[in-house]
């Protein structure tokens, strides 16, 4: 499976920065039979239009959004290993978050909970759980109920 993660705004602090490459760092030592490969980039909306009109077919669109759907961190491991066919992208709009054309394109918006976060961190929480949701699929220890 293939995860691709792209984001508007950019990083204020170089510890963001750093989390950041943390979780993807685990995430990248996670078998290539559970994720293939993952990367995240910072695109604008020209190119956030390309991507949604030329990779819709093949891909499973997720944008996040504050009305979204919530899932447990279990709901999200299940609907993630059950897209294996398709590219997974996750979307994370600019400070407005995405319009109702852009939205269309969506197979799923999700919410990452009631409150606000900075795009930055909701790169990181995404980025953990997306870590989380592989080992939840391994039956790895780092998730506990």
Do not use: W
């Amino acid at each position: 499976m293939k995860i691709d993660i792209f984001y508007h705004d950019k990083f204020k602090f170089s510890f963001e920065r750093d989390l950041s490459e943390i979780y993807l760092d685990r995430i990248k030592s996670i078998p290539k039979s559970i994720i293939s490969s993952i990367n995240c980039k910072k695109i604008n909306t020209k190119e956030l239009t390309k991507i949604v009109t030329e990779y819709h077919q093949k891909s499973f669109f997720i944008f996040l959004d504050e009305k979204g759907k919530n899932l447990s961190s279990i709901q999200l491991s299940e609907l993630i290993f059950s897209k294996v066919d398709k590219n997974l992208i996750f979307f994370i709009g600019g400070t407005d978050g995405f319009n109702h054309e852009i939205l269309k394109y969506a197979d799923l918006t999700l919410s990452l909970g009631k409150m606000t976060f900075t795009h930055s961190f909701a790169l990181i929480i995404l980025l953990e759980q997306i870590y989380r949701s592989a080992t939840i699929k391994m039956n790895h220890p780092y998730h506990r109920e």
